[in-house]
């Protein structure tokens, strides 16, 4: 009986030549899901491997092979003489099979913890992998010099470090931190030892270590408003205490803070130019901040993220450079100066802390590529990186100048525009106080033009509407008509008055 059952509803079994899976894989699964969805029970006989083979065609070898698998799964068992059965532990384990209605209302769909929705729901992922014309904090990826690159890679494959393909030591490979403190030193007038770099996964791990090693549940921490999206998150799903504190024209407006919320336990701030209005923090204001952090003995993480790119006067020191209590945690990038698909970052810590924060990065995720971090050390080293950053300024201001006057000719009736002094970027602010930012980006990027709506980055405060616009990564020739393209979607969102918007040709 049993033996007719399993050879009667084998020989149905049908291969899906078009599928792309192996023969044998397709016949695991067949027989795995008959098992599972009872239509073959515990006990019933399988046709003989010789036979099923014939049935279907294929290698007798291929049918033992499956056999084999499936019986060291316990789905069947193997009886010396007798033949290949339905195991009976593969069905008896499992679970309840869900009632065939409700499987189809829910679709198998796990619900979300309050945690997991919390994580879900973040803005800091929008559209990440996106590098169209005008995505804000994407550098000039078809300007990196790889040629200089790949000869900085053969350099560091043919040098046979054994080490470079382990997971290399905690906090970073000291020739990736001696070209770490030579920049820093030499471009943001801050000193430091090489032991008090940790290089990291980017800036985004770097502020995760800060958070694991420095605040607990309920710990105040200031943050800029409008301000770094994923910090702010982070904190939050860190059980930190987040207050908002607004930016004037000085930068973090500390007496607003100190009137306004319990004293922090840490201040996350951007001065060099502040994420996202790109002001710059006045001297007096770093220097009130540091006696803040001194008097009350909290910390300041000061998020250096794009200070290489200035277009008018000299940036200002570094707040650490000007620090001299050993308050300020500095971190920097090199996903806007380099690429992003590097995914190397540092942190510069009073010496106290290096430990702490090399062990807390081993438990997250062990340390960055030491073949990556090498082969960076070398482009830094031999003048490279130097060169790349003052091509970029320089490429960086024409094309800043190309999207203002294209902005200002496309979309000046709706947009006041004004040359951003430093960075990647530059907001354009909606004429109409009244106008919807959102519905205004979203035509944009409906037409093709990718810019992110200022309000994103915003909790408490309530500013003028206007949009970001990133100028670094797109080409030269390219920018007059990405901007034609924004002129005419706002005039279809705003105004009612043109619904054939042009797209951009790529």
Not at 187 to 200: A, K, L, N, P, S
Not at 234 to 255: N, S
């Amino acid at each position: 009986m049993t033996k007719q059952k399993g050879g009667a509803l084998m020989s149905t079994f049908r291969f899906a030549e078009s599928s792309g899976m192996p023969i044998y894989r397709q016949l695991e699964n067949g027989i795995r899901k008959m098992i599972l969805d009872g239509n073959l029970s515990a006990g019933d006989r399988l046709p003989s491997s010789r036979q099923l083979a014939t049935d279907l065609g294929i290698s007798r070898q291929t049918v033992k092979n499956v056999f084999e698998q499936l019986t060291i799964e316990g789905f069947l068992n193997s009886r010396r003489g007798s033949g290949t059965f339905v195991g009976d532990v593969a069905v008896m384990k499992l679970p309840p099979e869900m009632p065939r209605d409700r499987r189809r209302l829910n679709g198998y769909r796990v619900q979300p913890s309050k945690h997991a929705r919390a994580i879900a729901a973040t803005k800091a992922t929008t559209r990440l992998g996106s590098v169209a014309a005008f995505r804000p904090g994407v550098p000039a990826l078809d300007m990196f010099p790889r040629k200089a690159w790949s000869a900085a890679h053969s350099r560091v494959m043919r040098s046979g470090n054994d080490i470079l393909f382990s997971y290399g030591p905690p906090g970073g490979l000291p020739e990736l931190k001696r070209a770490i403190r030579l920049h820093v030193r030499d471009h943001r007038g801050i000193r430091c030892d090489e032991d008090q770099i940790v290089v990291t996964a980017g800036a985004q791990q770097a502020f995760v270590l800060i958070a694991l090693t420095l605040i607990k549940s309920g710990s105040v921490v200031w943050c800029e408003d409008p301000g770094h999206i994923a910090v702010r998150d982070a904190m939050r799903l860190l059980c930190a205490d987040v207050k908002h504190v607004p930016v004037d024209r000085h930068g973090f407006d500390l007496e607003y803070a100190r009137q306004r919320h319990p004293r922090a336990r840490l201040i996350f701030v951007t001065p060099s130019h502040q994420h996202p209005l790109g002001i710059t923090m006045s001297l007096n204001r770093r220097l009130e901040l540091l006696d803040s952090a001194q008097q009350h003995g909290c910390w300041i993480v000061e998020d250096d993220y794009d200070s290489e790119f200035r277009y008018a006067e000299r940036a200002l020191p570094a707040m650490q450079a000007l620090d001299g209590s050993g308050h300020v945690l500095y971190v920097g990038s090199f996903s806007k100066s380099l690429f992003p698909a590097l995914r190397i970052g540092y942190l510069i810590s009073p010496p106290g802390l290096v430990d702490a924060f090399a062990a807390a990065q081993t438990l997250l995720s062990q340390n960055v590529s030491p073949l990556q971090q090498q082969v960076l050390a070398s482009f830094m080293l031999d003048g490279s990186f130097n060169a790349h950053i003052r091509n970029m300024c320089t490429l960086y201001q024409s094309r800043r100048d190309l999207l203002v006057q294209g902005l200002r000719q496309h979309a000046g009736s709706f947009l006041d525009i004004e040359p951003c002094l430093a960075g990647m970027h530059l907001i354009g602010w909606l004429r109409d106080g009244t106008a919807n930012e959102l519905v205004a980006a979203e035509a944009i990027r409906s037409a093709g033009i990718d810019c992110l709506p200022l309000s994103i980055y915003c909790v408490e405060q309530v500013l003028r509407p206007g949009i970001l616009f990133g100028f670094a990564c797109v080409p030269d020739s390219e920018i007059n008509a990405a901007t034609r393209v924004v002129g005419a979607a706002m005039a279809d969102a705003l105004h009612g008055g043109r619904h054939n918007v042009p797209p951009r040709q790529h």
